[in-house]
């Protein structure tokens, strides 16, 4: 029986504007994933139960991992700020991984461009990223500033333990600048109609979900 842990949630892969929902799509079946913050590996028991995909998690929480290690294929406890992070999931025996999924973690990070650039090293030839990001242009966020308001919460756009902010153009220009090309993106919204987060993304989006493969090295 897997275990219960405080970072357990309810996954509705039916919902057309969940942002677990959008990224658990975009990944192929029978896919080899990296899920970088796996936190308690809801979401990658998905993948391996509906979509038989192999999903190693790497995680810095100890109690978190515990929980993940019976949902997961694998897991590695490391530190996603340490420099060489990526060195270390190799030496555990695992690379060569076909997506290397950032699932609303690199907001908590202070380094977000090295990291991304790290995760280079692990993908295998036509290899991607999903890097879901949450949208700090989002219109209550904008309604509360007009009113002097900007509070801290314990989960979603204002979570108090996120460490950088992105708006639609910075979410871009974080995955351009660490040398991805994106594919294709999406938008995750608070239950509204999906034409209409996708016709106003800048206002209506929560999170912005990308996916994006690395941008080979021209020849010398």
């Not at 908590?108 to 991607?128: F, Q, S, V, Y």
């Not at 204002?158 to 639609?168: A, G």
């Not at 974080?174 to 209409?196: C, H, K, M, N, Q």
């Not at 989006?205 to 990308?210: E, G, P, S, T, W």
């Amino acid at each position: 029986m897997t275990e219960k842990h405080a970072y357990d949630f309810e996954l509705k892969l039916d919902d057309p504007v969940s942002t677990h929902a959008l990224q658990y799509r975009m990944v192929p079946d029978g896919s080899r994933v990296l899920d970088v913050g796996c936190h308690s590996g809801i979401l990658g028991e998905a993948l391996r139960r509906k979509k038989h995909c192999t999903v190693i998690g790497i995680d810095n929480d100890l109690a978190a991992l515990h929980s993940a290690k019976t949902r997961l294929d694998a897991t590695v406890q490391l530190d996603l700020e340490e420099q060489g992070w990526s060195q270390k999931v190799m030496e555990s025996g695992n690379n060569e991984f076909d997506l290397v999924l950032f699932g609303d973690v690199i907001e908590h990070t202070r380094e977000p461009l090295d990291i991304l650039k790290e995760a280079r090293g692990l993908l295998a030839p036509n290899g991607k990223i999903i890097a879901s990001l949450p949208n700090i242009a989002n219109l209550r966020v904008r309604l509360g500033l007009l009113f002097g308001k900007f509070d801290y919460a314990d989960s979603g756009i204002l979570d108090r333990t996120h460490l950088r902010f992105f708006t639609l153009r910075s979410a871009r220009q974080l995955l351009d600048s660490a040398g991805f090309e994106i594919e294709r993106v999406t938008y995750s919204g608070y239950s509204l109609p999906r034409w209409l987060i996708n016709l106003f993304p800048s206002l209506f989006a929560v999170n912005i979900i990308m996916v994006a493969r690395p941008i080979m090295a021209k020849p010398s």
